[in-house]
């Protein structure tokens, strides 16, 4: 099993800007893609951000050029560092981490979420 702790997440002026941390642990082959989602009230749950066990990264079109995912490593750790947030930006933050069983197999873990809140 995977467990995902995440932490950062508040309340931010719009304009201003905020770090989210999720540290995955537990007994598993290995820690796959991590990322984060969001969803905001009456919407379907997006996309975020993702980054690769080799390090690319996948950003979702509203966040491009303003949210920078990252990761290390060796602690398992994914960061994503949000600038310029926007009102719409509030949401639930959700870290996910495709959690290796074996070489072939695994599951997708998620976090409790956290909650980003952009005032305008």
């Known amino acids: 099993q995977v467990r995902l702790v995440e932490s950062g997440g508040g309340v931010v002026h719009s304009g201003g800007s905020l770090r989210l941390s999720c540290a995955a642990s537990g007994t598993v082959f290995g820690i796959g893609t991590m990322g984060w989602y969001r969803q905001a009230p009456g919407k379907q749950r997006e996309l975020v951000a993702d980054i690769t066990s080799d390090g690319i990264t996948n950003y979702g079109n509203s966040v491009k050029g303003r949210f920078t995912i990252s990761r290390d490593f060796d602690e398992n750790t994914v960061y994503l560092q949000m600038a310029s947030l926007k009102p719409e930006d509030t949401a639930i933050y959700y870290c996910?981490?495709?959690?290796?069983?074996?070489?072939?197999?695994?599951?997708?873990?998620w976090g409790q979420g956290t909650q980003v809140t952009v005032s305008s």
């Open positions: 996910t981490a495709y959690a290796m069983l074996s070489p072939k197999s695994g599951y997708t873990g």
